[in-house]
């Protein structure tokens, strides 16, 4: 962007008076912030402008991604970074004495997101933008997200994630683009005497109003401007006044409120099937509508101009939904409707856990989604008529859409979709080899893999900038457009020169969240410690207990003799645990507890320490990754999809501690075994011990001393005997679903191997840049590419 420093504080100037009719000597840091986000959004509009009209010019084929939530993080440094003015506009507010790190910090992180899920959507559209490839976004604006965590006497918190209270600059209302969604009522069919055509009925349907808020995803130094479309629910314009009543009022304001309600009662759950619903009538129209707008071309055509993509479960409605528009509004055939449906959908599946697939029961959803209900019901019987001569009824059974009460939205998705994809190649090939191993059988051609990426933008070059500077200077600039760009590195991996600054980076990088642990936590952690970071979502798969009993071990070494000559370590923890999750939420209350014991603990001389950090989030995790040395990828073999915080720390240099899990394989490929810490049972010795039924939790811990001491001290631990019961209960009573016990040996090998390398500094350096410069193969550029040539068929500019 051709931008000179004079013309860029000249419009920040105008512009804040404009929006504050004060001048900048009295602005307060938000106002400055405000002023800098609108100056942004105009430098890029034109852009945006220019892209929207090309591709309705060249009607060339754009998917549009399906997610419950996306994650996208801070969008300020972003976009300057994007637009390629980052560094000007740093110059250029220095010089009037503004940093503009300070008014970063003002944006707030858009609630919008919990885990993985949401910020692999959101890495995606990045990529999809900077490689100029034509995609959006289309999800839900929650007013509150999922919740603010708070830690309050170890207790998670739930509080409202008001991230709209001072406004969102980035978005775009488009009330001229709102449609309309209905639920429940009654639905009927009569056949018009006139043309013999069925046509749909309806009566007592509740209306709400879907009104689209858009956001532009910016390419990295090109000229895509790709959209991200949240919807909002609000009262149909038409309302009649008898019917506003509270509790009408409050259920629109509900839809959009909260990312994943509380399920773990009927009016949660329905909340939660409304929503889907929501979002993916609301998108489908959208898409439509610009569809008959923008395109002379037949709607039996769509799937040569469009590709929609359900990204997990949440969005599987999209099935029935394309099929009843493209049957009851615009009068298509079933047979027409259904093979067009099928050629414009995919699907990414993203759990392997069979309990974890959603399903909805046939009542609610019959009440809710009656017109959607009679779809699926028809897809079901047809899918069952036609295949059950082609490979029999038990593959059928296995696999129907409707069975037992239930309406199973994985197997929807699989049947109603032409391309079913994994998110790593163990993920991928366990999809095809177990959990969906009946419809690989149906449908072999349909299954692929895709190994998940991550936008290095975000996770690097605004992360990271010391590190960016450092590789700018070894190598040059052109990794910035290329990840594979960062092997140049290798050459340098004996070079003590480029070793020792990279341990300069990483320290700074670890003074830095020091700082925010002793503001935040008032902790105080030693920067030369071994920082070992687990950031993730807390599910008892994931194996935080693992970790947490790792680090007991390590206390009660350190308390039998002090003078253990040990390197010191700081265990930091970020995680959420969902408000109806009671195990995870007693796992974060065990972590504080034992991070109180061991952190007052003057006995061990800071040799230990443990930190939570509440409300993970994409803003902290910047600050988090970059500091750390080690990352804890210890989900049981088998059980993580694929993982990308392991590839985020990667990037930035820590080393692993894994199990053969998710990405995990793919990232010892790449590294090499000397680079990576592998402990734990594989996937066969996992399912081994399923198909045997063999495992005793009991006997291990009644045979190994050192696990004894560790379980048998939970319950003792002041301030958390109930949560130590329950934790000592699920390894022990419940025989330990996730092979912890079987694990901790190896885990305690793997973690002294880890301690002996650190020592050894330069040893450790080197592995480090090795990291780095392998992680070219993990960037989302390289994911949308290949989900691009191989299932949307879309093309870049």
């Known amino acids: 962007m051709e931008l000179t420093k004079a013309q860029f504080k000249t419009q920040f100037e105008e512009t804040l008076e404009t929006l504050y009719a004060h001048k900048m000597s009295a602005a307060s840091d938000f106002e400055k912030y405000m002023a800098l986000a609108t100056v942004v959004r105009d430098l890029y ?45 740093k110059e250029a507010l220095a010089e009037e004495d503004i940093d503009l790190e300070d008014l970063a910090l003002h944006e707030q992180d858009m609630a919008i997101g919990n885990g993985g899920l949401g910020r692999l959507a959101s890495c995606f559209m990045d990529s999809l933008a900077s490689t100029g490839l034509p995609g959006n976004g289309n ?77 532009a995803m910016v390419g990295f130094e090109n000229t895509t401007v790709n959209n991200m479309r949240l919807w ?90 394309l099929m009843r528009i493209l049957m009851d509004d615009f009068e298509m055939s079933w047979e027409m409707a259904w093979q067009t449906t099928v050629k414009t959908m995919s699907y990414t599946n993203h759990t392997i856990m069979v309990e974890a697939m959603e399903t909805w029961p046939e009542e609610m959803m019959e009440k809710l989604l009656p017109r959607v209900y009679q779809i699926i019901l028809e897809i079901d019987r047809r899918f069952t008529e036609e295949y059950i001569p082609k490979v029999g009824p038990t593959l059928v059974h296995n696999t129907r859409i409707v069975k037992d009460g239930l309406v199973n939205m ?18 991928s090939d366990l ?79 670890k003074k830095r969240l020091a700082a925010l642990i002793a503001e935040r936590n008032e902790i105080t952690v030693n920067p030369e410690a071994i920082f070992d970071v687990q950031i993730k979502r807390l599910h008892a798969y994931k194996r935080q207990v693992l970790n947490l009993l790792h680090i007991l071990k390590l206390y009660y070494d350190l308390k039998d003799n002090p003078d253990l000559d040990v390197v010191p370590r700081v265990f930091i923890f970020g995680a959420k645990a969902a408000p109806s999750y009671h195990y995870a939420k007693a796992v974060i209350k065990a972590i504080n507890e034992v991070a109180n014991l061991i952190n007052q603990d003057e006995t061990i001389h800071d040799k230990l320490k443990v930190v939570f950090l509440e409300n993970y989030n994409v803003s902290l995790a910047e600050i988090i990754i970059p500091a750390a040395n ?32 998710g990405a995990n394989i793919e990232i010892k490929d790449a590294v090499g075994d000397e680079n990576i810490f592998i402990f734990g049972l594989n996937k066969d010795e996992v399912y081994a011990y399923y198909n045997n039924g063999n495992y005793n939790a009991r006997e291990i811990y009644e045979n190994d001393p050192v696990i004894k001491r560790i379980l048998d001290s939970l319950p003792t631990i002041p301030n958390m005997e109930n949560e130590g019961q329950e934790i000592f209960d699920s390894l022990i009573t419940y025989n330990d679903e996730y092979f912890v016990l079987r694990d901790f040996e190896d885990y305690v090998r793997a973690q002294k191997e880890l301690e002996t390398l650190y020592r050894d500094r330069r040893a450790w350096n080197r592995a480090s840049l090795l990291n780095i410069a392998n992680a070219g193969r993990f960037s989302s550029d390289r994911t949308v590419r290949e989900y691009a040539e191989h299932i949307w068929r879309v093309e870049a500019k």
Request: with cysteine; charged share 25%.
């Open 630 to 661: 080690v990352g804890e990828q210890i989900s049981l073999a088998s059980k993580e999809a694929s993982g990308t915080s392991n590839m985020k720390l990667m990037l930035n240099g820590a080393l692993t501690m894994a199990t053969l899990d």
């Open 410 to 427: 994985a197997h929807l998705s699989i049947i109603g979709s032409h391309s079913t994809n994994g998110v790593a190649k163990l993920h």
């Open 431 to 509: 999809l095809k080899d177990v959990v969906l191993h009946d419809f690989y059988v149906i449908f072999p051609e349909r299954f692929n893999n895709k190994t998940n990426g991550i936008a290095e933008r975000r996770w690097i070059q605004i992360a990271n900038e010391d590190l960016s500077s450092l590789i700018d200077r070894t190598i040059g600039k052109s990794w910035r457009h290329d990840l594979n760009e960062l092997a140049v590195l290798k050459a340098y991996k004996d070079d003590d020169e480029v070793l020792e600054a990279l341990e300069v980076v990483k320290l700074e990088d």
């Open 45 to 89: 509009s034109k852009i945006w402008a220019e892209d929207n009209a090309y591709k309705d010019q060249t009607r060339k084929k754009q998917v549009y991604y399906f997610s419950i939530e996306f994650m996208p993080g801070r969008m300020l440094k972003s976009n300057l970074l994007n637009l390629g003015i980052l560094g000007l506009a």
């Open 139 to 215: 999800g839900i604006r929650y007013r509150y997200g999922l919740f603010k965590q708070k830690i309050i006497d170890g207790y998670q918190v739930e509080l409202p994630d008001a991230w709209l209270n001072n406004g969102n600059p980035w978005e775009v209302r488009k009330s001229d683009k709102a449609v309309e969604v209905n639920f429940g009522g009654n639905v009927w069919l009569e056949k018009n005497p006139k043309t013999g055509l069925n046509e749909i009925h309806t009566e007592g349907q509740e209306t709400i109003l879907a009104v689209p808020y858009d956001t």
């Open 232 to 321: 909002r629910a609000e009262l149909p314009q038409d309302a009649s006044a008898s019917n506003l009543t509270l509790d009408y009022m409050n259920e629109v304001e509900m839809l959009s409120s909260v990312l994943y309600p509380d399920d773990s009662n009927e009016s949660g759950r329905l909340l939660r099937l409304k929503q889907e619903y929501f979002f993916v009538s609301a998108g489908l129209q959208s898409i439509l509508n610009h569809y008959v707008k923008t395109n002379d071309a037949p709607l039996a055509h769509l799937a040569e101009y469009v590709s929609v993509h359900i990204n997990d479960t949440h969005p599987a409605l999209c099935v029935p939904e």
